[in-house]
């Protein structure tokens, strides 16, 4: 029993000199699928200089638009529901300005939003949200073929027609995207891209070789679009979640909103869940680096509404972890996470009479 308890001594105080390291160091980042969206609750909307409840109005739109993003519901502005939940949209509004062309930023309280739709039941869908890769082909017709890149100018220079359309068909994906609070990003189509990645393998569904380039971005919600435009029947998306593969098709905005609509389904939460307690096992953790990365995770994982470290062996750290969702989504949250691998799965817990909803998860840190 001495042994034990020096052990567990031993071992706090080794976590406890981490984590006063983590404090004046800076950690190398940690490769992650979830992307944290600090402007998840700042919008931009249009101000009418004539109306006389110009800004109360304006308000009332950005916190609608706020809500689609929080909850996925698309009738916000003609729900009573949502009406009688937030009467006095003003309430929630930590900064505003002026923006360009009549229009006024909203910088609204998140916590303060979260807390009124958790009380009254409402599905919850936190600013921990995956980084969503797009890979897009575009048949212009006549010969045209390109796939659509992060604004790079100097790789297309001279050629003004096709970074004009290109942007403009980018900008409708990004603003979509916006709308919904998705995190995406294009590829860079540099040196390395090309390489590894043509034209004829998007549009031949050689997605193999995209999701071994998507690896380098971060990313492991990876959306695969072949587009002819003005032929929308023969538009065709692919997404790709982990081992999950979802086909659709249609115009570009209706893509991105039905990957809004997939990963909400995956990771919202409802906020009259109750949350379960989990035992989370995590070796490998044998540096400042590998402690920082988890720690990050697990407070930036929306299912976790808190957690604690139990005890530290070695490089093995056991977590107490309050969730929310069940035990599935976080076990999905963490599989996707780029940084931990399962080792003995869920294993339910030692007295399951005495403690029904105790789990017990194993993972090993592998950046």
């Known amino acids: 029993m001495q042994n034990m308890t020096f052990r567990n001594h031993k071992g706090r105080a080794q976590l406890?000199?981490?984590?006063?390291?983590?404090?004046?160091?800076?950690?190398?980042?940690?490769?992650?699928v979830a992307v944290e969206l600090p402007s998840l609750y700042t919008v931009?909307?249009?101000?009418?200089p004539?109306?006389?409840?110009?800004?109360?109005?304006?308000?009332?739109?950005a916190l609608n638009q706020v809500l689609l993003r929080v909850t996925g519901a698309s009738e916000v502005a003609e729900s009573p529901e949502f009406a009688e939940i937030f009467p006095n949209p003003a309430r929630y509004v930590l900064q505003f300005r002026p923006g360009e062309d009549n229009t006024l930023w909203v910088s609204l309280d998140g916590p303060a939003i979260e807390t009124a739709l958790r009380q009254s039941g409402q599905t919850i869908w936190g600013r921990d949200r995956p980084l969503t890769l797009v890979w897009l082909a575009v048949d212009w017709g006549q010969g045209e073929r390109e796939i659509v890149a992060a604004d790079d100018p100097q790789r297309i220079a001279g050629a003004s027609r096709s970074i004009?359309?290109?942007?403009?068909?980018?900008?409708?994906?990004?603003?979509?995207?916006?709308r919904r609070g998705l995190p995406i990003a294009f590829p860079l189509l540099d040196t390395q891209d090309l390489e590894n990645v043509r034209f004829s393998d998007i549009w031949g569904g050689f997605d193999q070789f995209l999701l071994q380039a998507s690896k380098r971005y971060g990313a492991t919600s990876v959306l695969v679009g072949r587009v002819r435009p003005g032929m929308v029947q023969r538009n065709?998306?692919?997404h790709y979640l982990g081992n999950q593969q979802r086909q659709w098709?249609?115009?570009?905005?209706?893509?991105?909103?039905?990957?809004?609509?997939?990963?909400?389904?995956?990771?919202?939460?409802?906020?009259?869940t109750l949350p379960d307690t989990v035992t989370l096992n995590i070796s490998g953790v044998d540096s400042i680096v590998a402690y920082g990365s988890v720690q990050n995770l697990l407070q930036n994982l929306s299912q976790i509404e808190s957690f604690k470290?139990?005890?530290?062996?070695?490089?093995?750290?056991?977590?107490?972890?309050?969730?929310?969702?069940?035990?599935?989504?976080?076990?999905?949250?963490?599989?996707?996470?780029?940084?931990?691998?399962?080792?003995?799965?869920?294993?339910?817990?030692?007295?399951?009479?005495?403690?029904?909803?105790?789990?017990i998860l194993d993972y090993e840190y592998r950046p």
């Open 44 to 48: 931009q909307v249009a101000l009418d």
């Open 309 to 359: 470290v139990h005890s530290v062996a070695g490089d093995r750290i056991r977590y107490t972890v309050m969730v929310r969702g069940g035990t599935d989504r976080l076990t999905r949250s963490l599989e996707l996470s780029g940084i931990l691998e399962p080792t003995a799965g869920i294993a339910i817990s030692i007295d399951p009479v005495q403690f029904p909803q105790f789990d």
């Open 50 to 61: 004539d109306d006389p409840d110009a800004r109360d109005n304006a308000y009332q739109t």
């Open 249 to 272: 098709g249609g115009e570009p905005e209706e893509a991105i909103n039905l990957l809004a609509d997939t990963l909400l389904a995956e990771f919202a939460i409802r906020g009259n």
């Open 236 to 238: 065709r998306w692919t």
């Open 164 to 178: 004009d359309r290109n942007r403009l068909l980018r900008q409708r994906v990004q603003e979509t995207a916006d």
């Open 16 to 32: 406890l000199r981490l984590a006063l390291l983590l404090a004046i160091m800076l950690m190398a980042a940690a490769k992650a």
